[in-house]
């Protein structure tokens, strides 16, 4: 069975340009969570999908940061515009009920680089 | 809310040696705990996890955790340490009503040869 995929897995582009990730989770699983990990630190949540409706974004900075699942599967995250600051590995995950009750799967992540 | 803290930023050990990797918790009841392991370039794979019952988990590598209420840890351990442990790890509990998972700040292993 295929895991969490993202692509790209690495992606460098100047500030003030637009960047979008994509995420394909595992085939069933209805929640899905993009994190965002800077160097050295642990990964911080930006928005949790449970089907196509995002349940909590409280994290996800507005003004220049979307995401979307359509159709509750496949979903993407855009930046617009990049700034220095968002250099980061951009985290994919999903599971089947929540983490307490089934396991959390992550992908590989996106390395982004803000230049 | 709960959260966990991990003391240790790095940890250096020799390929053979116990290695025991500290995470403290605040939550007032029975937290549920986590471990991660993140291999460089790899996503975070879940090691083992503490829901109730015994306070000593086994997990996958041969990592174990111990559960701690009166000191409020959850410490990974591990007898004899492998070059393929070298990774960075994570403990984390759940957050959002259960529904996704709060990490510390990781500590990196370092094996030496």
């Known amino acids: 069975e295929a895991g969490v995929v993202q692509s790209p897995r690495y992606k460098i582009i100047e500030k003030k340009q637009p960047v979008a990730f994509w995420c394909n989770p595992i085939?069933?699983?209805?929640?899905l969570y993009w994190y965002r990990q800077n160097l050295g630190q642990g990964p911080e949540l930006l928005i949790r999908y449970e089907n196509e409706e995002a349940v909590d974004d409280s994290q996800l900075p507005k003004d220049r940061f979307s995401a979307e699942r359509l159709k509750g599967v496949d979903s993407t995250l855009k930046i617009q515009p990049a700034e220095l600051g968002d250099s980061a590995v951009y985290l994919c995950a999903s599971s089947l009920d929540g983490v307490k009750n089934t396991e959390a799967f992550f992908g590989q992540g996106t390395r982004l680089t803000v230049v | 809310a709960q959260s966990v803290t991990q003391p240790d930023i790095h940890i250096t050990v020799s390929e053979g040696a116990s290695l025991e990797l500290r995470c403290n918790y605040s939550?007032?009841?029975?937290?549920?705990l986590f471990w991660y392991v993140q291999s460089p370039g790899q996503g975070l794979q879940l090691l083992l996890k503490?829901?109730?019952?015994?306070?000593l988990v086994q997990g996958i590598k041969g990592f174990e955790a111990e559960f701690k209420r009166s000191q409020s840890s959850f410490n990974l351990r591990k007898p004899s340490v492998h070059w393929s442990d070298a990774a960075e790890y994570f403990c984390?509990?759940?957050?959002?009503?259960?529904?996704?998972?709060?990490f510390g700040s990781g500590t990196q292993l370092t094996v030496l040869p």
């Open positions: 503490y829901f109730s019952g015994d306070t």
């Open positions: 085939s069933g699983h209805n929640t």
């Open positions: 939550y007032g009841a029975t937290p549920y």
């Open positions: 984390a509990v759940p957050s959002g009503s259960a529904r996704q998972l709060t």
